[in-house]
């Protein structure tokens, strides 16, 4: 049996500099091969994608989830964070067979000197993730027309209808929604687009950056937040028949999910730890109403600029990023810092993976090739999941 704690790598601010905007311009000027192009990957799901895909009896290992990261500045000017995902587990890689209702929520008040003194150990209210949270197989209930998909569990309602509209609505955990989200980029297939499923088995899916509006009610509070120009992240997976064993492939340096918005383009990085200070990294950049993908660690590339010692976790983790890209059309050069958190345990056979989610806001420039420059402030968010602890265990 093994505990993983990682020592963090902190690279400095400077050292950052030097290796991220100037040089990796130039590498994509001068040394660089052009960035491949991803057209194949890019698209819109249909609505059967978005649907159940296997039936409900369906009883071979799966991983199935649909949900939305909601982030935004209220009416009010606080700074809003919610989570709701749907999803069912069934096989190896879970406790029990179970369907799970997610819902987080963070929401904080900070000035610009606050966020800008760190991170805050910030109340929050997150429930689902415990297996006492979990509802039966079969309370997951999926309907499905040819214009729309609705899903629903523990009294939340997710949908995405035709032309692309997605909705999020009901109440679960104590937090009532009512939201609308838009299109804002493709969506984009990192797992794998549908159309490569077979018999409806197989990996497939990913995720797409969505504009937000409505309101959300903490109704243990009775205080509704409102806004009319937020933002989303949908993420719409499967994975049928095998599910590979998460704890393997979240050790180490762990696993960053970083999501960022601006006024004039949005970004998505996801980060795996492969060893021997590698990440293996995909990117996903939205600008010019064109979206743009970069991947593998030639292209685009994650790093910590600094850490946080969080005490309910007792750990140093990241808290501050620089995330650079080369794109097809521009270069990305971009720092996420964030400044609260909820966290939870994600308990997988075999061991436990811990998450933390925060709300961080960014400074980010997208350098297009005719060197024209497009630099803005963002609201962000990044989910850091890392191996907490693995008994060993191998699959049979």
């Given at each position: 049996?093994?505990?993983?704690?990682?020592?963090?790598?902190?690279?400095?601010?400077?050292?950052?500099?030097?290796?991220?905007?100037?040089?990796?311009?130039?590498?994509?000027?001068?040394?660089?091969?052009?960035?491949?192009?991803?057209?194949?990957?890019?698209?819109?799901?249909?609505?059967?994608?978005?649907?159940?895909?296997?039936?409900?009896?369906?009883t071979k290992d799966l991983f199935s989830d649909f949900g939305f990261v909601v982030r935004a500045r209220t009416d009010d000017n606080e700074d809003l964070l919610l989570w709701m995902f749907l999803y069912r587990q069934l096989g190896q890689d879970t406790v029990i067979d179970d369907d799970i209702s997610q819902t987080a929520l963070?929401?904080?008040?900070?000035?610009?000197?606050?966020?800008?003194?760190?991170?805050?150990?910030?109340?929050?209210?997150?429930?689902?993730?415990?297996?006492?949270?979990?509802?039966?197989?079969?309370?997951?209930?999926?309907?499905?027309?040819?214009?729309?998909?609705?899903?629903?569990?523990?009294?939340?309602?997710?949908?995405?209808?035709?032309?692309?509209?997605?909705?999020?609505?009901?109440?679960?955990?104590?937090?009532?929604?009512?939201?609308?989200?838009?299109?804002?980029?493709?969506?984009?297939?990192?797992?794998?687009?549908?159309?490569?499923?077979?018999?409806?088995?197989?990996?497939?899916?990913?995720?797409?950056?969505?504009?937000?509006?409505?309101?959300?009610?903490?109704?243990?509070?009775?205080?509704?937040?409102?806004?009319?120009?937020?933002?989303?992240?949908?993420?719409?997976?499967?994975?049928?028949?095998?599910?590979?064993?998460?704890?393997?492939?979240?050790?180490?340096?762990?696993?960053?999910?970083?999501?960022s918005w601006g006024p004039n383009f949005s970004f998505w990085t996801l980060d795996f730890d492969t060893g021997n200070d590698t990440f293996s990294s995909q990117l996903m950049v939205s600008i010019d109403n064109t979206t743009l993908l970069a991947v593998g660690s030639l292209y685009a590339q994650t790093s910590v600029l600094d850490?946080?010692?969080?005490?309910?976790?007792?750990?140093?983790?990241?808290?501050?990023?620089?995330?650079?890209?080369?794109?097809?059309?521009?270069?990305?050069?971009?720092?996420?810092?964030?400044?609260?958190?909820?966290?939870?345990?994600?308990?997988?056979?075999?061991?436990?993976?811990?998450?933390?989610?925060?709300?961080?806001?960014?400074?980010?420039?997208?350098?297009?090739?005719?060197?024209?420059?497009?630099?803005?402030?963002?609201?962000?968010?990044?989910?850091?999941?890392?191996?907490?602890?693995?008994?060993?265990?191998?699959?049979?």
């Amino acid at each position: 049996m093994s505990l993983i704690f990682p020592t963090p790598v902190i690279t400095t601010s400077a050292a950052i500099g030097v290796a991220s905007s100037a040089v990796l311009f130039q590498a994509s000027s001068f040394c660089l091969p052009s960035p491949p192009s991803y057209t194949s990957l890019l698209g819109t799901p249909s609505v059967a994608d978005e649907g159940a895909i296997v039936p409900e009896n369906y009883t071979k290992d799966l991983f199935s989830d649909f949900g939305f990261v909601v982030r935004a500045r209220t009416d009010d000017n606080e700074d809003l964070l919610l989570w709701m995902f749907l999803y069912r587990q069934l096989g190896q890689d879970t406790v029990i067979d179970d369907d799970i209702s997610q819902t987080a929520l963070l929401v904080t008040n900070f000035s610009t000197s606050e966020k800008a003194a760190g991170m805050h150990d910030t109340p929050y209210l997150n429930k689902g993730q415990n297996i006492d949270d979990y509802y039966s197989v079969g309370s997951l209930q999926n309907t499905e027309t040819p214009d729309q998909s609705t899903w629903s569990c523990g009294g939340r309602v997710l949908s995405r209808s035709s032309p692309p509209h997605w909705k999020a609505s009901g109440t679960h955990a104590g937090i009532q929604v009512d939201l609308d989200f838009t299109q804002r980029s493709d969506f984009y297939y990192h797992i794998a687009p549908f159309s490569t499923l077979k018999n409806g088995e197989g990996d497939a899916g990913g995720i797409i950056h969505l504009r937000a509006n409505g309101t959300v009610t903490d109704t243990t509070k009775n205080k509704t937040y409102a806004f009319t120009d937020g933002h989303a992240v949908h993420e719409r997976i499967i994975m049928a028949g095998v599910v590979p064993a998460r704890l393997n492939y979240m050790g180490g340096r762990g696993s960053p999910w970083i999501n960022s918005w601006g006024p004039n383009f949005s970004f998505w990085t996801l980060d795996f730890d492969t060893g021997n200070d590698t990440f293996s990294s995909q990117l996903m950049v939205s600008i010019d109403n064109t979206t743009l993908l970069a991947v593998g660690s030639l292209y685009a590339q994650t790093s910590v600029l600094d850490t946080w010692f969080d005490p309910k976790t007792n750990q140093i983790n990241p808290r501050t990023w620089k995330v650079t890209a080369v794109t097809e059309k521009g270069v990305l050069d971009a720092t996420v810092s964030a400044y609260g958190r909820y966290f939870y345990t994600w308990v997988r056979r075999g061991g436990t993976i811990l998450v933390h989610c925060y709300i961080a806001d960014t400074i980010a420039t997208f350098t297009r090739d005719d060197g024209t420059v497009v630099s803005e402030r963002q609201v962000a968010m990044v989910e850091y999941m890392r191996t907490l602890y693995n008994q060993g265990l191998t699959e049979a």
